[in-house]
């Protein structure tokens, strides 16, 4: 059973920094391609950022040159390093990994499929 699992959401001053980490296990194949939504209320589920098994990455432009993703495939966990943070940031971010190749843009609503989901982990910035 594929299982992803977070930590280190929180509260933080605007201008503040959070990282955030997942480690996955359970998959029948290698590092997959693994990365991180999130979903405020009112608001469809949007990828921030992701990264492949060699170090390849990608961040939507409200985040670039704010946050950074990274990678141990020694210990199949990904982190998400989030500096200058801002309170439109404020959100549940989730870890997600491919479970067909691929993971999509945005979806209605996180924990759908086909990707893998972590539980999500509240992040909350306060001006």
């Known amino acids: 059973e594929v299982q992803l699992v977070e930590s280190g959401g929180g509260s933080v001053q605007a201008g503040g920094s959070l990282r955030l980490s997942c480690t996955a296990s359970?998959?029948?194949?290698?590092?997959?391609?693994m990365g991180w939504y999130r979903q405020a209320p009112g608001n469809v589920c949007e990828l921030v950022s992701a990264i492949t098994s060699s170090g390849n990455s990608y961040y939507a432009d409200s985040v670039k040159g704010r946050f950074t993703i990274s990678r141990d495939n020694r210990e199949n966990t990904i982190y998400l390093k989030m500096n200058s943070l801002k309170p439109e940031d404020t959100a549940v971010y989730f870890c997600?990994?491919?479970?067909?190749?691929?993971?999509?843009?945005?979806?209605?609503?996180?924990?759908?499929?086909?990707?893998?989901w972590g539980q999500g982990t509240q992040v909350t910035v306060f001006s």
């Open positions: 997600a990994a491919e479970s067909t190749p691929g993971l999509g843009a945005r979806y209605a609503d996180c924990l759908q499929p086909p990707n893998y």
């Open positions: 359970g998959f029948t194949f290698e590092r997959p391609y």
